[in-house]
T-cell receptor
Framework: AQSVAQPEDQVNVAEGNPLTVKCTYSVSGNPYLFWYVQYPNRGLQFLLKYITGDNLVKGSYGFEAEFNKSQTSFHLKKPSALVSDSALYFCAVRDLSGSARQLTFGSGTQLTVLP | DAGVIQSPRHEVTEMGQEVTLRCKPISGHNSLFWYRQTMMRGLELLIYFNNNVPIDDSGMPEDRFSAKMPNASFSTLKIQPSEPRDSAVYFC????????????FGQGTRLTVV
């Protein structure tokens, strides 16, 4: 079975400061990992993904994420937060070796960037 | 490309009524997913199709829920009869193939059952 944990329901950060949104995963094989963002009353928008290769993945809007296999983590980061980054962020995983084809999502982390 | 299109955007219905949610995936995508989002349970996968065939419907909560994909460009999620606890935002997503690629989400249907 595949699963994702986002340990923080809420993250607050001041504008201009770096931000981190945490994600850990569990799969039996190698993972595909994704981050999505959801703005109010909108669908989920894809931010970035890790498939293979470089552990540091760069995505949309200046976001990046670091894959750490030993810690089974895929934390989302941004060097300098903007107020407009305030949204709900979801981490998702798919097990490469499993029969499941769907993405499993974490519970989401509400990011609030304070001006 | 117009993206994944869902209709209606909002639906308010009375308990016991039949509700049908509709989804048009992105052209050329062969995988389609229905998710439900609530405050209590977060984002749950209800069912997904591959090449119009239902692959995994283990997330469908009850027999009151059914989903169809009669062709590559259209899918429906039906609730009959609806109950207040079905109130949620229902998302449809599609992807060009399963595996390494991300899924693209529609804007969702906000269902309220009173």
């Amino acid at each position: 079975a595949q699963s994702v944990a986002q340990p923080e329901d809420q993250v607050n950060v001041a504008e201009g400061n770096p931000l981190t949104v945490k994600c850990t995963y569990s799969v039996s094989g190698n993972p595909y990992l994704f981050w999505y963002v959801q703005y109010p009353n909108r669908g989920l928008q894809f931010l970035l993904k890790y498939i293979t290769g470089d552990n540091l993945v760069k995505g949309s809007y200046g976001f990046e994420a670091e894959f750490n296999k030993s810690q089974t983590s895929f934390h989302l980061k941004k060097p300098s937060a903007l107020v407009s980054d305030s949204a709900l962020y979801f981490c998702a995983v798919r097990d490469l070796s499993g029969s499941a084809r769907q993405l499993t999502f974490g519970s989401g982390t509400q990011l609030t960037v304070l001006p | 490309d117009a993206g994944v299109i869902q209709s209606p955007r909002h639906e308010v219905t009375e308990m016991g009524q039949e509700v049908t949610l509709r989804c048009k995936p992105i052209s050329g995508h062969n995988s389609l997913f229905w998710y439900r989002q609530t405050m209590m349970r977060g984002l749950e996968l209800l069912i997904y199709f591959n090449n119009n065939v239902p692959i995994d419907d283990s997330g469908m909560p009850e027999d009151r829920f059914s989903a169809k994909m009669p062709n590559a460009s259209f899918s429906t999620l039906k609730i009959q009869p609806s109950e207040p606890r079905d109130s949620a935002v229902y998302f449809c997503a599609s992807s060009p193939r399963t595996g390494a690629v991300e899924a693209f989400f529609g804007q969702g249907t906000r269902l309220t059952v009173v």
